[in-house]
């Protein structure tokens, strides 16, 4: 799997926690890091989960960690690029089924919300759940993914 990390200078100490914890997880082949690399960094959280998103979209990252001071704002710019559901998950169970229930391939955190070690054993969690096209939620996901292929169109 590989996983695509980007935090703005309010998440980069997080962003950097995991990213360490996923270098180290055997699960994980590649972990692509877009940055901030420090709190002097000052690129909005925007141009990172849009940017982080469009690797995913491009099919060169598998999955996507983004941190901001509350998780929101990467998670609304990374759901503005077309194919890509993320969502913030501070607990166990949202990380769970933000991907059986609804396919999300980014799970988002707050700096300024979520402790680091929390954090970290919920990626390891995340890491470990995949989709179920053949479940009660697939249909629901593909109405999500034909009114976007729809609207993209038009």
Known sequence: MRVVVAADNAGVGLKNEVREL????????????LGVADAADDRAYPVLGLAAAEKIAAGEADRGVLVCGTGIGVAISANKV??????VAHDSYSAERSIKSNNCQVITFGARVIG???????????LGYTFDPESASAGKVAHITDYEQTHLAS
């Open 116 to 126: 680091p070690e929390l954090a970290k054993k919920i990626v390891t969690e995340w």
């Open 82 to 87: 077309p194919g890509v559901r993320a969502a």
């Open 22 to 33: 996923l270098r180290a997880d055997d699960r994980v082949t590649e972990v692509i890091d």
